[in-house]
């Protein structure tokens, strides 16, 4: 079955990567996330964004893929076709084995320079030495062609998604017999139209949240559980009715 699986926050909670506005502690604590993770903020100050940001990716690169991660990656395993689109900025579906991964808001693990996009192996965001215990400001390094400063390599306030990823995800979603959105407010918006573009094709759409969301009214079965809960529930229901998505995803 071509099963694609709509990721957010939730998801990773369990392996302790805090959401974007729950790492807003200690240093942090007197920013918001807006004046923090918008351009304009890093040109303002860049060792403040880069120093946050650094910090960020040391917590992801100490994290690891939880079950979810893994029950995920096993679908594909189970001879499902496969598509991950995340909201997540961590790597953690790759690391779990996960091979079809688009990232709809950038990766935090890697960076690039802001002026011509060159990137740097290895990525300065996760360069020795690693940030101290709550971060600390640092300044980013500059780029050797047009030494203009690396920035992460997010999506941040006020900036469009990146292309290819979207168009990659509008596809698969189309494309899909069966959407499973996992673990995300369906509040951020364009990823939260994603499910409608399944919805109007009549594809079923699975939500495997504890929390209610804005799609709640409209998903065809709403599963009120943890991420790893329900990804396995999935898979049990899979593996009775491999080839029908609608009894797989029912209530
Ligand atoms: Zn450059």
């Given at each position: 079955m071509r099963i694609v699986v709509l990721s957010g926050a939730g998801i990773s909670a369990a392996s302790g990567i805090p959401t974007f506005r729950d790492a807003?502690?200690?240093?942090?604590?007197?920013?918001?996330a807006e004046r923090l993770a918008t351009e304009a903020a890093f040109r303002a100050d860049p060792a403040l964004v880069w120093g946050w940001y650094r910090w960020r990716a040391a917590m992801v690169a100490a994290a690891l893929p939880n079950a979810a991660h893994a029950g995920v990656a096993a679908l594909a395993d189970d001879g499902h076709d496969v598509v991950v689109v995340t909201q997540n900025v961590d790597d953690l579906h790759e690391r779990a084995g996960s091979t079809e991964v688009l990232h709809l808001h950038g990766r935090l693990l890697a960076s690039r320079c802001i002026g011509c996009d060159a990137r740097c192996e290895p990525d300065p965001i996760l360069a020795a030495p690693a940030p101290p215990e709550g971060g600390s400001r640092e300044a980013p390094p500059t780029c050797a062609a047009c030494d203009q400063p690396f920035r992460p390599d997010v999506v941040w306030f006020g900036e469009a998604l990146p292309g290819d990823a979207w168009d990659a995800a509008a596809d698969a979603v189309s494309a899909c017999e069966l959407l499973v959105v996992v673990g995300t407010s369906s509040l951020v918006w364009p990823a939260a139209g994603l499910p409608d573009l399944a919805l109007r094709n009549g594809t079923p759409v699975l939500e495997i949240n504890p929390m209610t969301t804005p799609l709640l009214p409209r998903a065809d079965a709403h599963w009120a559980t943890t991420a790893s809960a329900g990804i396995a529930r999935l898979r049990a229901r899979l593996a009775q009715t491999p080839h029908d998505p609608r009894t797989a995803s029912s209530l």
């Amino acid at each position: 079955m071509r099963i694609v699986v709509l990721s957010g926050a939730g998801i990773s909670a369990a392996s302790g990567i805090p959401t974007f506005r729950d790492a807003l502690t200690g240093l942090w604590a007197r920013f918001d996330a807006e004046r923090l993770a918008t351009e304009a903020a890093f040109r303002a100050d860049p060792a403040l964004v880069w120093g946050w940001y650094r910090w960020r990716a040391a917590m992801v690169a100490a994290a690891l893929p939880n079950a979810a991660h893994a029950g995920v990656a096993a679908l594909a395993d189970d001879g499902h076709d496969v598509v991950v689109v995340t909201q997540n900025v961590d790597d953690l579906h790759e690391r779990a084995g996960s091979t079809e991964v688009l990232h709809l808001h950038g990766r935090l693990l890697a960076s690039r320079c802001i002026g011509c996009d060159a990137r740097c192996e290895p990525d300065p965001i996760l360069a020795a030495p690693a940030p101290p215990e709550g971060g600390s400001r640092e300044a980013p390094p500059t780029c050797a062609a047009c030494d203009q400063p690396f920035r992460p390599d997010v999506v941040w306030f006020g900036e469009a998604l990146p292309g290819d990823a979207w168009d990659a995800a509008a596809d698969a979603v189309s494309a899909c017999e069966l959407l499973v959105v996992v673990g995300t407010s369906s509040l951020v918006w364009p990823a939260a139209g994603l499910p409608d573009l399944a919805l109007r094709n009549g594809t079923p759409v699975l939500e495997i949240n504890p929390m209610t969301t804005p799609l709640l009214p409209r998903a065809d079965a709403h599963w009120a559980t943890t991420a790893s809960a329900g990804i396995a529930r999935l898979r049990a229901r899979l593996a009775q009715t491999p080839h029908d998505p609608r009894t797989a995803s029912s209530l």
